[in-house]
């Protein structure tokens, strides 16, 4: 007869007072809420999604079939607050949302290490601390983005799905979160894999039959997931065929070229850049001198420019000061792992439930982020929260020696301390600050200047369109695109395009780098083109247009004034 393990002794620390439950909650909520709302991002580039989602969420589109209610809940959540007339700042108004949902889950990681790992307050603070302050988990708590909401929702059914006997309530609540995660992106679909493990291969932890706890789960997931979905799709889209439905839905999993990565040495690379990025910012690396020659040979042409822009003014001492730090961090999660290794008895078995449903989670997570777009730090965050919620079970072990508890929590502090010193000396106190976004810096003399109607020439309208976009108003043409539409005669009228809008006394501002070739091209025929167009520029312009410089790069000016010949003075 099958013997059922009784997981009861994993709850909260019974010397702990229940009664006080709340109160520490509610602490953990506030403090990380206050952190993140006084840290909330002044840069757009960072997260590259981030002007676009702003612009989404003014021009009313909502629906996105990757992340469905994400556009909606910032659209209606800034029209909340500007109609009671506190946000005139749109996008800061929703980044306000953002470090509240940051910090719920910061909360919910620290309710899971707390109830389900069975850690004191200070080893579960200690422990909440580590994904709070690894880098991926402030910023996109700071910014516009989307991967921070649906996580909450998971962590809460993560602890659902732990509890030492799972009801029929609970199984209940784990598909509607499980629904709303994946409304907020579609890549949390993979959690399925987490929530059938428990239904499925670990019946004795059930209150109900596995039947019943299947059904359960799938009717309100299935529900919450087709309904809006079909909905949108019917009637927002007016979808006239099963194809168009179904081109729109699957969306970037169609893109194989562009997103999904095969298993290789340069995925491999790539996503130990993603996965690292997640727990530290790094940006300080970009002007450490021993390695920032290499960094600008090896990384060339990987849109990094602005990370190096970033920390442009960072003292050659404070970088020594970061990388000490980030040395320490290494050190000490190294000498956590090896001494929690010489116990080997008890050390994993602290909550099995937690255990082994995190490592699922993290697997399936891992798998993901290295096939799709590995070097995206974004990817990489929850498997980065998931690395720390089983760190803190593997270091604690069996937590029978309260020397060795304490010894842990400190050391976890100590980590937590060395991630909020590198984070934000290096990378997040100047995300807050505007005059270090690059690509803002960059088109500072349009945004100055420029008025709806006007035309603004880029090399490529990646972030630059949603930049010129928010900013400006402006029209815009990007060089690879309007050769790639064109193509015969491209560099004639480019040219035509510009006199057009001189002549209807607009103003035209043509970025340097446009007119710039770069060292290697995929197209050898824009190459050509950008030669040509460039040219021409310089042969028709290039005397009268008025060059604007700042430490990003330079944008000339062209001015329908320019062109009227000058008046002779009287005699």
């Known amino acids: 007869m099958a013997v059922k393990r009784n997981y009861s002794s994993f709850a909260m620390d019974n010397q702990q007072n229940p009664r006080f439950f709340p109160v520490e909650i509610g602490g953990v909520a506030a403090l990380f809420s206050t952190l993140y709302l006084l840290t909330l991002s002044g840069n757009y580039s960072e997260a590259h999604d981030a002007i676009i989602y702003i612009l989404d969420s003014m021009s009313g589109a909502s629906f996105h079939p990757a992340h469905l209610l994400y556009n909606w809940l910032n659209a209606m959540w800034a029209a909340f607050w500007q109609m009671c007339g506190f946000a005139a700042d749109r996008a800061r108004c929703i980044e306000r949302l953002h470090a509240l949902v940051g910090a719920l889950v910061v909360t919910a990681f620290f309710v899971i290490v707390r109830k389900r790992v069975g850690l004191s307050f200070f080893a579960a603070f200690s422990a909440a601390c580590l994904p709070a302050f690894s880098y991926g988990l402030w910023l996109y708590s700071t910014t516009l983005e989307v991967i921070v909401t649906p996580l909450f929702f998971l962590l809460t059914a993560l602890y659902l799905l732990t509890a030492p006997r799972v009801s029929a309530a609970a199984c209940f609540g784990i598909g509607i979160l499980h629904g709303l995660a994946v409304l907020f992106h579609q890549m949390n679909a993979f959690f399925l894999l987490v929530a059938l493990d428990v ?268 930049y010129i976009g928010y900013f400006t108003k402006s029209d815009y043409i990007g060089m690879t695109t309007f050769y790639e539409q064109k193509r015969e005669r491209a560099s004639e009228r480019l040219l035509a395009a510009i006199s057009e809008r001189l002549a209807a006394g607009q103003r035209v501002f043509i970025m340097a780098d446009a007119l710039q070739g770069a060292s290697l091209e995929r197209d050898a025929g824009f190459a050509v083109f950008q030669k040509e167009a460039s040219g021409n520029l310089h042969e028709r312009y290039g005397k009268i247009w008025r060059p604007m410089t700042n430490e990003a790069g330079t944008v000339y000016i062209l001015d329908a004034a320019a062109l009227m010949p000058k008046a002779t003075p009287p005699r």
């Open 199 to 466: 239904l499925l291969l670990q019946k004795n932890r059930l209150e109900i039959s596995h039947l019943r706890a299947l059904r359960l789960y799938l009717t309100p997931l299935t529900l919450l997931v087709i309904v809006p979905y079909a909905a949108v799709m019917l009637i927002g889209h007016s979808f006239q065929s099963w194809q168009e439905a179904l081109i729109w839905l699957l969306n970037y999993a169609t893109e194989t070229d562009k997103y999904w990565q095969g298993f290789s040495l340069a995925t491999l690379a790539s996503s130990c850049i993603g996965a690292t990025h997640s727990f530290i910012g790094g940006h300080f690396l970009f002007n450490l001198p021993p390695i920032k020659h290499v960094l600008e040979l090896n990384l060339a042409g990987k849109e990094l420019i602005d990370n190096a822009f970033l920390a442009r003014h960072l003292p050659i001492q404070t970088i020594y000061t970061l990388v000490f730090l980030t040395a320490a961090a290494f050190a000490l999660v190294l000498a956590a792992s090896i001494l929690a290794m010489t116990r080997r008895r008890g050390s994993l078995g602290r909550n099995p439930p937690v255990w082994r449903s995190g490592l699922i989670f993290l697997t399936v997570f891992v798998i993901f982020a290295i096939i799709w777009n590995p070097s995206d730090a974004e990817f990489w965050i929850i498997p980065a929260m998931l690395f720390w919620l089983l760190m803190a079970i593997f270091w604690h072990g069996d937590g029978k020696s309260a020397s060795r508890r304490r010894a842990v929590a400190l050391t976890s502090l100590a980590i937590a301390i060395c991630l909020a010193a590198v984070n934000y000396g290096g990378s997040i106190r100047w995300l807050t600050q505007p005059e270090n976004d690059y690509y803002r810096v960059k088109i500072a003399p349009i945004i100055d200047q420029a008025k709806p109607g006007d035309l603004t020439i880029v090399r490529d309208t990646w972030i630059f369109d949603g």
